[in-house]
């Protein structure tokens, strides 16, 4: 079952058929708000808003575990997270989407791990690729169908927020190898790896980041909650197309496996 994390600019699913909510409770405390089980164009999707049904959580204080926890205890299997970043590579235009394929973390003081929790012995997980080939593949096969230009591969550098960068932590990041910025890619691909869900992540640039493009002066909210509407209701065809390919891969004989991860 493909399970739907959307960010800003999608805190409701547009099409999504509501069949039922639920409140889970987790070990971790609670999710940003009840899980929304339905369907998308037919197929069965759960969908969270990551930031809240209301948008009232910002990035640093998302419970990330608690968000993959629920998750995880449903039967989920596969993860897409709809990520708002600033386009620092000179082809993240605003409006272009990307499915990135590497992570910098530069958030600090979230809690990154379920390891130890419970007293077991701590494990080190690979995380070489960070996000999963299949899912990935899946996704882009997604918006080559919805008829979607997008970046294959990419960077996505998470800083912590909530504010914006400043241009030379933009420059900084650049040099790193930074392709996108973000706020909430970390630790949420980690955790679901360590919970062996098959995660993947859609970028939309809604913005140039600080210093880039348009953004030389300043980053205008307006630009952003206008580019956010536009993307957000081109990305909701790709969803319901991904949620199509999951089930076919589910149900098909030549089934992926599930959780698979892949290098
Ligand atoms: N920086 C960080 N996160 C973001 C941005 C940005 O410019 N745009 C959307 N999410």
Known sequence: MLAIIGGSGLTKLPGLIIRHRQVVRTPYGEPSGALTFGELDRHPVIFLARHGYGHTIPPHLVNYRANIWALAAQSVTHVLSVATVGGIHPEMWPGQLAVPDQIIDYSHGRETTFANYDGKAVTH???????????RQRCMEALRLAGEDYLDGGTYGC?????????AEIDRMARDGADMVGMTGMPEAYLARELDLCYAAIAVSVNWAAGRGDSGEAIAAEGIE????????????????LARLCCEAAEGPSADPDGQQGG
């Open 125 to 135: 997980l690979d995380f070489t690729w960070p996000y999963c080939q299949v899912m």
């Open 226 to 241: 206008a580019m956010l509407g536009q993307a957000m209701g081109r990305v909701r065809v790709v969803l319901a197309t």
């Open 159 to 167: 800083v912590q927020g909530p504010r914006l960068e400043t241009k």
